[in-house]
């Protein structure tokens, strides 16, 4: 990881779970990031807590991805500030189990539309732009997808669309970039169930019913997808890891978790 030592990153979603742990990762190998989400004063706290230990620095971005205006801002800030951008982590995402096809809100498939799939284009999108500005052509772009990118869940069709969208962006990406003989990498990571409050905000309520995700199997920790990050980042530069599935080693929490939401409703 000595070569990212000094980089520029920027990861989406990193005011919990997934995003948090990769940019505690990336901050731990020396380099720069800045992570973005709507909870700036969460975003402050966890920089404050990782910022000088090491070389490796947070600058904690607030931005709403559903704005194409905020994430221009960003990059623009990106720009200013390093001049240019090595890593971009596309991982801020949700769900909302509750938007069936057969009865779904249409504000709630847009919300996972804009956030899933239009802000993680437009992200890319300039990330690439900043990259070639700045004769950056070993950057690396990476989509955390979904195991329901792979695999319809019968608990979330949408979302499974809309991972299923990103499957389609990152060949497609790959394909581009190489068709302009560019050697930026690509790399999409599906995780299954992993412990963060993504269940939570999936589900309304959930919380207050007192289930407890971890209590029903050992899931991922948002520390296993940020070691995978690692794992693709570290491979010599003529490596392009481009697909990476991880499940825990239990299984589908989905059939273990539909039984007990129906116990407790
Ligand atoms: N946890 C799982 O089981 C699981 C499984 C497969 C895939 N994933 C994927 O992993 C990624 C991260 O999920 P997680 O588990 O870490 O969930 P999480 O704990 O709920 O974190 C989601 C992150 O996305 C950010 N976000 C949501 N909407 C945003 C917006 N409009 N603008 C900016 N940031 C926004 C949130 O920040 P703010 O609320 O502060 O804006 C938060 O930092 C998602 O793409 C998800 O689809 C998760």
Not at 46 to 61: D, L, R, T
Not at 207 to 219: H, Y
């Amino acid at each position: 990881m000595e070569r990212w030592s000094g980089k520029v990153a920027v990861v989406t979603g990193a005011s919990s779970g997934i995003g948090e742990a990769i940019v505690k990762k990336l901050v731990g190998h020396g380099m720069k990031v800045v992570g973005c989400a709507r909870n700036e004063e969460k975003l402050k706290k966890f920089a404050s807590e990782i910022n000088g230990k090491g070389k490796g620095e947070m600058h904690p971005f607030k931005c709403d991805v559903k704005s194409e205006e905020n994430i221009l801002k960003m990059f623009q800030f990106v720009k200013e500030k390093f001049g240019s951008i090595h890593v971009l982590v596309n991982n801020a995402g949700l769900a909302h189990f509750a938007a069936s096809l057969l009865a779904g809100k249409t504000e709630l498939w847009k919300d996972m539309l804009d956030v899933n799939v239009l802000a993680l284009s437009i992200c890319t999108r300039e990330a690439i732009q900043l990259m070639k500005a700045s004769n950056v052509d070993n950057g690396h772009i990476f989509n955390i997808s979904s195991v329901a990118g792979h695999v319809i869940s019968s608990m979330a069709p949408f979302y499974s669309c809309t991972k299923f969208a990103v499957k389609a962006l990152t060949e497609g990406l790959r394909q581009e970039l190489r068709a302009v003989e560019s050697h930026i990498r690509v790399t999409s990571i599906s995780p299954g169930a992993v412990l963060t409050d993504f269940g939570f905000r999936a589900v309304p309520g959930l919380r207050e019913k007192n289930v407890d995700l971890g209590s029903i199997m050992e899931m991922l920790k948002s520390d296993d997808i940020a070691d995978t990050v690692v794992f693709a980042l570290q491979a010599p530069p003529h490596v392009d890891v481009n697909e990476i599935i991880v499940r825990p080693t239990e299984g589908d929490v989905g059939k273990k978790l539909a039984p007990l939401l129906q116990k407790k409703a």
